[in-house]
């Protein structure tokens, strides 16, 4: 999710594409946040995000615009947490740390067009509406 929206946007430094390695699955295959969505956050805060601990009021701007990006992904999508995506989507969770889960999910259309892809399209068409209104794009 975040190497398409640094394919369309730019902008998005390196180092956060490589921090949201581990949150597919709901962070680590675990059925936490959804890892589209959280991935979403890291590109807002790279964008607005404060760049000192101290800097309380640009923390409180950017939470602001990821609460925006949360709000409307559970909107569209029912859920935040990959677990209960599942339950929506498959009727079941899938324990995405076990291979036979993994294995599961798969045949169960998690990677199908209407499985994981749709989420993290979701997450990222909002995230990408949010992006262009920051850079006033919009």
Do not use: W
Not at 50 to 78: C, N
Not at 98 to 124: I, M, R
């Amino acid at each position: 999710m975040l190497a398409a929206l640094q394919a369309k946007l730019g902008g998005i430094d390196a180092r956060v594409f490589k921090a949201g390695s581990c949150l597919s699955g709901g962070v680590v295959g675990r059925g936490e946040t959804c890892g589209a969505l959280t991935g979403g956050m890291l590109a807002i805060a790279n964008e607005i995000g404060r760049e000192r601990l101290e800097d309380i009021p640009q923390l409180r701007k950017a939470r602001d615009i990821a609460t925006e990006l949360y709000l409307r992904f559970r909107h569209e999508v029912g859920h935040s947490l990959c677990g209960e995506i599942h339950k929506l989507k498959f009727g079941r969770t899938y324990r995405l740390y076990e291979p036979e889960e993994q294995k599961a999910f798969h045949e169960a259309g998690g990677h199908d067009d209407e499985g994981c892809p749709t989420v993290c399209a979701a997450a990222a068409r909002i995230t990408a509406d949010i992006i262009l209104r920051l850079r006033g794009d919009a």
